[in-house]
């Protein structure tokens, strides 16, 4: 309900700053100035994550996509840093695909991929940011990540929803764990290795 109320207020206030980084990613990289990509939600069901665009459509010679790094525009980078890239999910939280809080989510191309532990991440929403998010980001290694996550989904609670919120700001305010290390993002999951050991919250409002 809270979600309901709040999120149409914020798109209606962060309308201006959509509207003036849509007309830069048009000018920087042209069309089209949304990148929908599929991600799996809660209960596994696929849908269209909006996002603003930072980085152009280049292929080798064999077609595939060259990597994030090269594909990256300038003005990509500084979207990512800022994470304005991330506002249009402001919708995505309204059609009901995303919560403001929860693991963040993934390729569709990483599900089969996952471990039966890890898959309990989508036994809620995904959100705009998360646990993990607030602990290190794309410096976590993948299984660091996925542990947070599923301690989210299991003990979740609107207090420490609050706390992810406020240590978002300081995150986005501080541009840490932006990409991991020699990667422009993160690296690709691959699937499940030995879990190193991970400090959890000490109970669902730490």
Same mark, same amino acid.
């Given at each position: ?6 999120? #149409? ?7 201006p700053?959509?509207?003036? %980084?849509?007309?830069?990613v ?19 069901? %696929? ?6 665009r ?7 010679a064999s077609?595939? #996509?060259?990597?994030d790094?090269?594909r ?10 800022t994470?304005l890239?991330?506002l249009?999910?402001?919708f ?7 919560s ?7 390729p569709?191309?990483?599900? #089969?991929r ?11 929403r995904?959100?705009l ?13 993948w ?17 420490l929803?609050?706390?992810i919120?406020?240590r ?20 690709e999951?691959?699937g ?15």
């Amino acid at each position: 309900m809270l979600e309901l109320v709040v999120t #149409p207020v914020l798109i209606a206030a962060a309308a201006p700053v959509m509207a003036a %980084t849509a007309a830069a990613v048009l000018i920087t990289s042209g069309r089209p100035v949304l990148y929908e990509g599929p991600r799996v939600g809660r209960d596994e069901v %696929t849908f269209g994550q909006l996002k603003f665009r930072t980085m152009r459509d280049l292929h080798d010679a064999s077609g595939r #996509p060259l990597s994030d790094g090269e594909r990256i525009t300038r003005f990509g980078r500084f979207l990512r840093g800022t994470s304005l890239d991330e506002l249009p999910q402001l919708f995505n939280i309204l059609r009901g695909d995303m919560s403001f809080v929860g693991p963040r989510p993934l390729p569709l191309a990483y599900l #089969p991929r996952y471990s039966p532990e890890q898959r309990q991440r989508h036994l809620v929403r995904p959100g705009l940011t998360g646990l993990a998010q607030t602990s290190g980001r794309n410096l976590l290694a993948w299984d660091e990540r996925f542990a947070l996550d599923v301690h989210y989904a299991r003990h979740g609670s609107f207090l420490l929803d609050a706390k992810i919120v406020w240590r978002t700001v300081g995150m986005v305010l501080r541009r840490t764990g932006i990409s991991a290390q020699d990667h422009a993002t993160a690296p690709e999951f691959l699937g499940p290795a030995a879990r190193p050991a991970v400090r959890m919250p000490e109970s669902s409002a730490s």
